[in-house]
Nanobody, 121 residues
Framework: QLVESGGGSVQAGESLRLSCVDS????????WGWFRQTSGEEREGVAAIYTVDGSTYYADSVKGRFTISKDNERNTLALQMNDLKPEDTAMYYC?????????????????WGQGTQVTVS
């Protein structure tokens, strides 16, 4: 089970750090990612990390502002979000898949968390 935390309401320019934990270590060897969705919009890939070699991938809209990382010992995924903008407002979801292609290229990972809301005003 993937459980996100860290969402909240902030002002533009501020930072938030999202976390996603897999306490059962079910997906420890999988690639993980963050997605976001606003009402009426399709879910968008934000960032992903390839567990095999640690390669990271980012949406153009967040490059230079967001950083994805994974603590393998704690089996926790993080998303450091700096210089937040109102357009970053969305529900953010953690996701995992055994295939980084399915996760990031296909944007259709097999496993999802319940989401955490980020609101930037």
């Amino acid at each position: 089970q993937l459980v996100e935390s860290g969402g909240g309401s902030v002002q533009a320019g501020e930072s938030l750090r999202l976390s996603c934990v897999d306490s059962g270590y079910t997906y420890s060897s999988y690639s993980w990612g963050w997605f976001r969705q606003t009402s009426g919009e399709e879910r968008e890939g934000v960032a992903a990390i390839y567990t095999v070699d640690g390669s990271t991938y980012y949406a153009d809209s967040v490059k230079g502002r967001f950083t994805i990382s994974k603590d393998n010992e704690r089996n926790t995924l993080a998303l450091q979000m700096n210089d937040l903008k109102p357009e970053d407002t969305a529900m953010y979801y953690c996701a995992a898949d055994s295939s980084v292609l399915r996760l990031w290229v296909g944007k259709s990972p097999s496993y999802w968390g319940q989401g955490t809301q980020v609101t930037v005003s």
